[in-house]
């Protein structure tokens, strides 16, 4: 098992930047890579980000240009950073684990999922 805090979300204005964290714990060795999902109210939960944990390749969504993602291995931490954000990036921002290759795109790809953290970008 693996558990995932996520931190940093917040109210911010447009335009402003915020870093989102995700804590990793337990079974962490197990872990092949990590992403970011947002879901605003009503809408599905779509793929931001994800890095693999050993070799730190990146996977983006074409829409977050301004996003990035990285990872400390020695605090089993990946983040998210964030910039120019706008009012149509406000969600819950949630990160998950998974053991396998691939699919990154896809949330069923995930195992392990952490609760989430509240992103608002104010006009």
């Known amino acids: 098992q693996v558990q995932l805090v996520e931190s940093g979300g917040g109210l911010v204005q447009a335009g402003g930047s915020l870093r989102l964290s995700c804590a990793a714990s337990?079974?962490?060795?197990?872990?092949?890579?990590m992403g970011w999902f947002r879901q605003a109210p009503g809408k599905e939960r779509r793929f931001v980000a994800a890095?693999?944990?050993?070799?730190?390749?990146t996977y983006y969504a074409d829409s977050v240009s301004r996003f990035t993602i990285s990872r400390d291995n020695a605090k089993n931490t990946a983040y998210l950073q964030m910039n120019s954000l706008t009012p149509e990036d406000t969600a819950v921002y949630l990160c998950?684990?998974?053991?396998?290759?691939?699919?990154?795109?896809?949330?069923?790809?995930?195992?392990?999922w952490g609760q989430g953290t509240q992103v608002t970008v104010s006009s």
């Open positions: 998950a684990a998974t053991e396998y290759y691939g699919g990154f795109y896809n949330p069923d790809k995930y195992a392990y």
């Open positions: 890095i693999t944990w050993t070799g730190g390749t």
């Open positions: 337990g079974r962490t060795s197990s872990t092949y890579a």
